[in-house]
């Protein structure tokens, strides 16, 4: 649904893992909130996306985030069509699937590629596109605090709170947020793939006993990238159901 409170309209906003899951969700939520949206994937469907009634505010262009001339080529696509920027929300992640005793290295590698490397580098690449007043939120995740058996997964989302600390100072000058939001248990692809009792194990650590929705967690990121939250900056948002 959407809210003019959250002034999106005529926004510029890059969403990176935009086509699925929780970047979905954002991507659905901007563009119903009136943005320009530019969903940054490796895996693109446009069935999934039926066009604005009002014109061509969204706009697909695969890339793939373990790459640093993908990232870079897709931000000059973006420039293209826009020379400003308002939002970039960092959302595109993965995870190993291993324990940390069969954890090779070329595996930890991509993790830390995808996760905070690319992220860093969409950042880079996108700063000459911000305007002044831009928001940044980077997705991390409970488990940067509350680490599981994912060590790469957890390392790196660690690494996405501190890289939004500095972020947040470096950016200051221009009145550019930096924030990051950091999801529960969420019902997502990912979760499916989970047995049923790494299923029952994460939803009973929440106090709210089940896991979040997608659009829950993008409800959240929507809100932080807003100007309704114009003095949040450098900030950890856990969105996790009293996860412990």
Known sequence: MANADL??????????GGSRGIGKSVVDLLLANGAIVYVLARHLSLADFPEPADGKRLHFIRCDLSVA????????????????LDVLINNAGVSENVSFDRLALEEWE??????????????????????EGANIVNVSSV???????????ATSK???IGLTRALARFFSPRGIRV?????????????QTWSPTKARELTVRTKLNRMASPREIAE?????????????TGSAIRVDGGFE
Not at 114 to 126: I, P
Not at 183 to 190: A, M, R, V, W
Not at 220 to 232: P, Q
């Open 220 to 232: 959240v990121i929507v809100f932080v990238a807003s100007d309704r939250c114009s003095y949040m």
């Open 179 to 191: 924030n990051s939001v950091l999801p529960g248990p969420t019902d997502t692809g990912l979760a």
């Open 143 to 153: 488990r940067a605090e509350a680490p599981g058996t994912s060590v790469a997964y």
């Open 110 to 131: 991509r993790v830390l590629r995808v996760n905070l490397t690319g992220m860093m580098l969409c950042c880079k690449y996108a700063s000459p596109l911000f305007v």
């Open 158 to 160: 660690a690494g996405v």
């Open 7 to 16: 002034r999106f309209q005529g926004k510029h906003c890059i969403v990176t």
């Open 69 to 84: 001339d993908n990232i870079r080529d897709a931000v000059e696509a973006v420039e293209k069509h826009t020379r400003r």
